[in-house]
């Protein structure tokens, strides 16, 4: 079965340009996740969505940061423009879904690397 | 207040030997998960082992096992007969209700031959 799919893996921009990181999550998972992970920070949860709806975008740190889930089977995080503190990598994750309160297992997707020169 | 404390930022264990590595947690919520997972230097995001807050016995899954122990909120993996491959970051994690993972510092463990 294939896994979490993100893309690219590897992104290079400079500051002010728009980037658009991408996600299919395992299918019939109903829940994606994204995170970032920073030195700084750690890592931490950027949004989550369930059946395609946003739940939870506490996470996103300012305006410049959008997330869609236009269907079961495709995720986007953009950030526009792009600044050198947004370095980092990006995580999508999924899991099942299927309940409100019940833990289930995060699969994560091998992440994209972001450099913002 | 920190919700998931690792008190070990590394670790170097003799290989054959167990590990244990610490995760203490902070919540409110009668219903949480809690979660290991590996991050070896390539980079990604490995699921170990889970433990739900009203599991009434220790997770286990291959050579790993979480020592949950409720009334201290900790949550140590073990990992016994360590192997070589075992060497990467360790992440503690926490779900609270159907939320987000929110994740500790993590351990880089270090096994030597």
């Known amino acids: 079965d294939a896994g979490v799919i993100q893309s690219p893996r590897h992104e290079v921009t400079e500051m002010g340009q728009e980037v658009t990181l991408r996600c299919k999550p395992i299918?019939?998972?109903?829940?994606l996740f994204w995170y970032r992970q920073t030195m700084m920070r750690g890592l931490e949860l950027l949004i989550y969505?369930?059946?395609?709806?946003?739940?939870?975008d506490s996470g996103m740190p300012e305006d410049r940061f959008s997330a869609k889930m236009p269907n079961a089977s495709f995720s986007t995080l953009k950030i526009q423009p792009s600044e050198p503190r947004d370095s980092a990598v990006y995580f999508c994750?999924?899991?099942?879904?299927?309940?409100?309160?019940?833990?289930?297992?995060?699969?994560f997707g091998p992440g994209t690397r972001l450099l913002v020169l | 207040a920190q919700k998931i404390t690792q008190t070990q930022p590394g670790m170097f264990v003799q290989e054959k030997e167990a590990v244990t590595l610490d995760c203490t947690y902070d919540t409110s919520d009668p219903s949480y998960g809690l979660f290991w997972y590996k991050q070896p230097s390539s980079g990604e995001m490995i699921f170990l082992i889970y433990?739900?807050?009203?599991?009434?016995q220790n997770a286990t899954e291959g050579r790993y096992s979480l020592n949950f122990q409720k009334a201290r909120k900790s949550a140590n993996l073990v990992i016994s007969a360590s192997q070589l491959g075992d060497s990467a970051m360790y992440f503690c994690a926490m779900m609270e209700g159907a939320d987000g993972l929110t994740f500790g510092k993590g351990t880089h463990l270090i096994i030597q031959p």
């Open positions: 969505f369930n059946n395609n709806v946003p739940i939870d």
């Open positions: 433990q739900g807050s009203y599991d009434q």
């Open positions: 299918s019939g998972h109903n829940s």
């Open positions: 994750a999924s899991s099942l879904g299927t309940s409100g309160r019940v833990q289930e297992t995060q699969y």
